[in-house]
């Protein structure tokens, strides 16, 4: 899926508009060019690598996904294209995670086979995965490292900036949705319930526009997941500074995580940066507006 500009009235919203389905889960092929094989992983029991509904297709020629590796998989995968030759295969196999298949895991794997004629749609075959909605304000070095990482990664990406120059030239993943919107705070109050919020915009002035419009919903609504600006202990200072002056208090100013990333990762690249603020995301219970103070830094 790519995303497509649209324009807009010199005084309204540039957008690009996403036509993924970042709502539903992430986006996949939905016709397979070739016959394959489903595997995915239907039960589990006791201490497994995959969890259920994780899944590999098979083909001739290669595999994408994974089931969980090792010998597991091997086994998986020669299953597989042994049926691709045999003909349609439709069968659960009950895989003990023991001596007997060379792993030391200790629990139960059931995996589901299901044949995949070539032209056959894929999408109803395959799990929704659910994705956290995260929304990044910024296209600059860090925010183009988050980006990079979350192709990757379960989480729904709504990318914003102010500059409509800023995004990268290379196809979008299937889950972003990159938008350019100037003023950059007017995005605030669209973004999906539930959002883990990054600040890291190239402005100091737009940075703390967006932080103080974030907490404008959180006492409206109360239902971002997470808030956190890039930046030093003196820089928050100073943010905090002006934001008690407009009326908040602590109980608003706390939400407000600054630095972020986890403890203990101290380099500054962007790339490094990124990693230890995703990290920090990814640990935020599901489906909560829990605190994060815990694992920042």
Excluded at 45 to 71: F, K, L, N
Excluded at 185 to 209: K, Q, R, W
Excluded at 251 to 265: E, H, N, Q, S
């Amino acid at each position: 899926m790519r995303c497509r500009w649209t324009s807009a009235s010199p005084t309204s919203r540039a957008t690009i508009t996403c036509h993924c389905s970042l709502r539903r889960g992430r986006t996949r092929p939905t016709v397979a060019a070739e016959a394959r094989v489903l595997v995915t992983v239907s039960r589990t029991s006791g201490s497994v690598p995959r969890e259920v509904g994780a899944w590999m297709a098979v083909t001739g020629a290669g595999i994408t996904g994974t089931v969980g590796g090792g010998h597991l998989e091997f086994d998986a995968i020669a299953r597989a294209r042994a049926a691709l030759d045999g003909g349609m295969l439709e069968e659960e196999v009950r895989y003990p995670l023991g001596p007997g298949l060379g792993q030391c895991c200790g629990g139960v794997v059931w995996l589901r086979f299901e044949s995949i004629a070539a032209g056959e749609e894929l999408q109803t075959r395959l799990p929704v995965e659910p994705l956290r909605p995260l929304a990044v304000f910024g296209a600059g070095h860090v925010g183009r490292a988050v980006a990079r990482i979350t192709r990757d990664l379960p989480l729904a990406l709504h990318w914003i900036d102010s500059r409509e120059d800023q995004f990268p030239d290379e196809p979008p993943a299937p889950n972003w949705c990159l938008e350019a919107v100037d003023p950059i705070a007017d995005a605030v109050p669209e973004l999906a319930s539930g959002s883990a919020v990054l600040i890291m915009s190239y402005s100091h002035a737009e940075d703390f526009n967006l932080v103080a419009a974030c907490l404008k919903r959180q006492r409206e609504r109360n239902d971002l997941a997470f808030l956190g600006l890039i930046g030093s202990r003196s820089k928050w200072a100073s943010f905090r500074h002006r934001l008690a002056a407009r009326g908040y208090g602590e109980a608003d100013l706390t939400r407000v995580v600054c630095p972020i990333g986890v403890a203990g990762v101290a380099g500054k690249q962007p790339a490094v940066i990124a990693v230890a603020v995703l990290a920090q995301i990814l640990a935020l219970p599901a489906a909560s507006a829990a605190s994060a103070a815990s694992v920042s830094r």
